[in-house]
């Protein structure tokens, strides 16, 4: 079983029928809405987490990709967590750049990938390659 169906079969798991029926009308998922044609499992953000932080060093950027492609928001909500993760990371250096280079660090070599690409994106270039390369 690929990871992407790991992912979506742990998903399943945690599917609750009211927030199904719920979750459209949230978002707005009607024809002229903002989430037009959006389709919801019922699975809230903590338990997308929990799945995310399960899955996230089995997972390759091309599984992300699908998931984001998926139709099902909370499959694209899980592969985005990590990228929402390292984009509020590099906001944070943009506002005081010692901290986030503080946290990262510290905590860079335990981060999933493609929320430390997010997060250093701005970095000066070797510095960039520096944690990329597990050399900070």
Sequence with gaps: MSCVEKIKQELKKYVNAEKA?????????????????????????????????KYYKAASIKDIEELLNEPYHEYRLT??????????????GNRDFEVEYDFLKENYKAMPR???????????????????????
């Design 21 to 53: 029926a719920f979750l459209p009308k949230f978002f707005q998922a009607f024809e002229g809405g903002y989430g037009e044609g959006d389709r919801f499992l019922g699975v809230v953000v903590p338990d997308q987490r929990k799945v995310a932080r």
């Design 79 to 92: 592969a985005l967590i990590h990228k929402a993760v390292g984009w509020m990371l590099r906001e944070i």
């Design 114 to 136: 493609t929320m430390l690409r997010y997060a250093i994106e701005k970095f000066e270039p070797d510095l960039r390659q520096n944690f990329l390369k597990g050399l900070i």
